[in-house]
């Protein structure tokens, strides 16, 4: 699924326009929380756009603000653009792009007037049908930049602080401190990670546009090496194509004082990281994974991330292990049946009421999500089924797809092993039927 499509680590040939002055308070206030929807460990916020509200993506990984996917909005207007050239994650060339001087964002009371914006043309990088959810584009540093920034991800909330010493003194009483350096307009902490039971400190980003627990580039460090228990994969899509690597776990990690056993990690391949330009001695990525394990506090400006554990932190670490990735492939009509109104009837000299059905019964119709195969993992359960990509599912498990989000079964395909998938499929206008057993070879 999406999961690992966000990691887009821009390399735009351009600096960032150091006149912004990131998001503010627009009223005599000094908090304000807005909840956000929570996908596959992604972090999805609204905020307009000269004047018009879109879906962002919440991403310490990039450092400018980036839109794609707006054929359903073309009242947003956009001024002062020029073409560039968008290169990032990925094993392809670059796609182009404009550039947008003079906009405005807003994100509750909060507001940025003269922001720049990077917007991709390429109608066929779209998040949305591997989300599950209209995404519009992907919002980083100028977001943080300012203020004190709480990610509560157990509540789904986000609580953006004014950095004043009230509200400080409260985090700092109720969380833990780690020190970060924000380079290139992004957050690095020092992670300590295990590997053939050899440990050695990292640069690791923090990137909560990264589903996955860990990245870890094998080709930057000959301490870093692929575990002997891992298979091929595909990681996700950047601006520059696919991104491909393989997927193990390793022994350990450690970040501050928190310690995690066996998290999976990826290992993306040297062409796919190519077009990144990366700060001096990063190893890899700590992602969204991890994070969603804590109640996170962002301060940029002193360098300082805050933690304090959540309900998620003792979870173990699944990966999917079907090996089929799903996507959205449009809509369709779904005819329903509207209950039948039952109707109370009441007799004369009883304290029993009667109830009867009327015979009438209507249909409804209401568009429901189509889902397909996206890609079919080399040697997965279900690549061994025969499933193809371009199957469209028509059941999951005897269930009509439509009951199910696109999180709905990314959950089902993490399941416990041995669970047995039952998928019904359209392939060439014939309905075939497969089944396979969810299976851990990690």
Do not use: C
């Not at 308070?25 to 908090?31: C, G, R, Y």
């Not at 310690?259 to 990144?276: G, K, L, Q, T, W």
């Amino acid at each position: 699924m999406a999961k690992r499509l966000l990691l887009l680590l821009l390399n735009l040939f351009l600096l960032p326009v150091f006149a912004q002055q990131g998001f503010q308070f627009e009223k005599e206030i000094n908090k304000v929380s807005v909840p956000f929807k929570l996908i596959n460990n992604l972090i999805f916020v609204p905020i307009k756009v000269n004047g018009v509200e879109l879906n962002f993506l919440l991403d310490t990984g990039v450092s400018e603000t980036i839109l794609f996917s707006l054929e359903e909005k073309k009242e947003v207007l956009f001024s002062n653009t020029e073409k560039i050239l968008l290169k990032g994650l990925g094993n392809q060339i670059a796609v182009e792009g404009l550039k947008s001087k003079n906009n405005v964002l807003e994100f509750s009371s909060l507001k940025m007037p003269n922001h720049l914006l990077y917007i991709v043309l390429d109608p066929d990088f779209n998040l949305s049908s591997h989300i599950g959810i209209p995404v519009n584009g992907i919002v980083g540093y100028q977001f943080f930049r300012n203020n004190l920034v709480e990610i509560n991800y157990r509540k789904k909330k986000i609580i953006v602080f004014k950095d004043i010493p009230k509200n400080r003194k409260k985090i700092e009483r109720k969380f833990d401190a780690m020190a970060i350096t924000v380079e290139k307009f992004k957050p690095y902490i020092k992670g300590i990670v295990t590997l053939d039971d050899h440990s050695t400190p990292l640069k690791l980003l923090v990137d909560i546009g990264n589903s996955d627990a860990v990245w870890l580039f094998q080709d930057r460090s000959k301490f870093i090496k692929v575990p002997e228990k891992s298979f091929d994969d595909y990681l996700g899509k950047g601006f520059s194509g696919d991104v491909l690597g393989k997927r193990g776990k390793i022994e350990r990690m450690v970040m501050s004082n928190f310690e995690f056993n066996n998290p999976i990690a990826a290992f993306p391949d040297s062409s796919s990281i190519r077009n990144v330009t990366m700060v001096p001695d990063r190893m890899g990525s700590v992602g969204g994974e991890i994070m969603k394990r804590f109640d996170v506090v962002f301060d940029y400006q002193n360098e300082q991330l805050f933690l304090k554990k959540n309900s998620n932190y003792s979870q173990p670490f699944s990966y999917n292990k079907s090996g089929v990735e799903i996507q959205h492939n449009g809509l369709q009509w779904v005819q329903e049946t509207v209950p039948m109104e039952m109707v109370k009837t009441p007799r004369a000299n009883s304290e029993v009421n009667v109830y009867s059905a009327k015979t009438e019964f209507k249909y409804k119709f209401q568009v429901k999500p189509l889902y397909e195969i996206a890609n079919v993992r080399a040697n997965s359960p279900a690549a061994i089924a025969g499933l193809l990509k371009g199957d469209i599912i028509i059941k999951i498990n005897n269930n009509p797809t439509y009951k199910y989000s696109l999180q709905d079964i990314i959950t089902l395909f993490r399941s416990d092993v041995d669970k047995w998938i039952t998928l019904e499929i359209e392939r060439k206008n014939e309905s075939r039927k497969f089944k396979f057993q969810l299976n851990d070879i990690l």
